[in-house]
Every structure is written in structure tokens, then in C-alpha cells.
């Protein structure tokens, strides 16, 4: 039998790496989501939320979701995440209120599905997660690593550049069914197209 390994929130362990993303829910309905990165990790929860609260981590920012838009993504996202986490022996996780804390690479997965919806018609998200759910982990990472380069600020990248690439690629490439973006190519000529990233 394997041993389940202990993790916080979506396979985040501090103590092999300080560098993490925490998705904050506030208890009071607020009506966004917001997704943030972090270099280090701090074991003071009363801390982080202040930091959150007195607005310290505006650099760290890196999108601020409707919750009715959060809504639409947080189960497929929760089903993709577990599966990768129980492959790898560690602990499965579950979306809180408050500050949720996720792995680095799940962290860049999350946050690029984010900016593929921030700015979408509502009635684009389930392509939008169809075409995420069909990139390989590594494209993920690689797409969401380019766009923050360029334009990974939560209000100052939105709607420009590579988040605009991003989410017309996500959500204007229509797949069927059981099927994965045939192409990555295609993805790739359809972001040039969009934005001129060539």
C-alpha cells in the first residue's frame, strides 16, 4: 500500500517549496475570487490575511475572477488537480473559504484557465475549460510562464497582449465532445492571429 503524503490545499508542501499561489474566498460573499503568487511561504495565518487585507499583495496579484465566473470552473478544476495529486501519492484537496494554498505548477495551471474567463461571455467557459483540459500540464505551465512575463499583473496585464491571446484561444477554438485541441499548432496560429504575437 502507498503512503499518502501530507500537502496543504492542492499538493502544496512548504517545506519542499516556498513558492506557492493561494486562492482567497472571503467568507463574506464577496463577489470575486482572488489568485495570488508567493515566493515564500508563512506559517502565520493571521499574518497573511492581513497582508491580504491592508492590500501588501497587489504585486503578488495575478487575477481577480467573478465568483460567479469561479463557480463555473471550481469542480472541473478540483476533479483535474485531485487526479494529478492521488498519481502522485499526495493528499487530495478541496476549494475553502478563506485562502486555499496551491502548488506552484497547479497554481500556473489555475491561474492561466483564470485568465482564459476573466473577460470571456460566460457562455464560452465550458470550451474555454474543454481546451485547458486538452493542453498537457506542460503547455500550461509554458503558456501561463509566457503571459506572465508579459502581462501577469491581476488589473495591469488584463485584456492586453498575452491574456488576450490566452482567452481567445481557451474559448474561441470550439472542441467536440471527448475530444483535445488536435493541434497545438493551431492554438498557437490562433493567438498570433488575435494579437498579432508574431
Not at 52 to 66: C, I, N, Q, T
Not at 157 to 178: C, F, H, I, M, Q
Request: glycine share 6%; aromatic share 10%.
Amino acid at each position: 500500500m502507498r503512503k499518502i503524503r501530507k500537502s496543504q490545499g492542492f499538493g502544496f508542501i512548504p517545506e519542499e517549496s516556498g513558492h506557492h499561489f493561494i486562492v482567497t474566498i472571503h467568507s463574506a460573499k464577496t463577489e470575486h475570487v482572488f489568485i495570488t503568487e508567493h515566493f515564500f511561504w508563512d506559517e502565520n495565518e493571521k499574518r497573511r490575511k492581513l497582508s491580504f487585507a491592508l492590500g501588501k499583495e497587489d504585486d503578488k496579484m495575478r487575477v481577480v475572477l467573478p465568483l460567479s465566473k469561479w463557480r463555473e470552473i471550481v469542480e472541473p478544476v478540483q476533479v483535474e488537480f485531485n487526479k494529478r495529486l492521488k498519481k502522485n501519492d499526495l493528499a487530495t484537496g478541496r476549494w475553502k473559504t478563506g485562502q486555499t494554498p496551491v502548488s506552484r505548477l497547479l497554481g500556473k495551471e489555475l491561474v492561466l484557465l483564470a485568465w482564459a474567463i476573466e473577460d470571456a461571455d460566460p457562455a464560452l467557459i465550458p470550451v474555454a475549460i474543454k481546451n485547458w483540459l486538452g493542453l498537457a500540464p506542460e503547455e500550461r505551465w509554458w503558456l501561463y510562464t509566457m503571459t506572465n512575463a508579459a502581462t501577469g499583473h491581476a488589473t495591469a496585464g488584463r485584456n492586453k497582449g498575452w491574456r488576450k491571446a490566452v482567452r481567445y484561444a481557451l474559448t474561441e477554438n470550439p472542441v467536440s465532445d471527448g475530444c483535445q485541441i488536435e493541434s497545438r499548432q493551431e492554438l498557437f496560429l490562433i493567438m498570433e492571429e488575435r494579437v498579432g504575437l508574431s
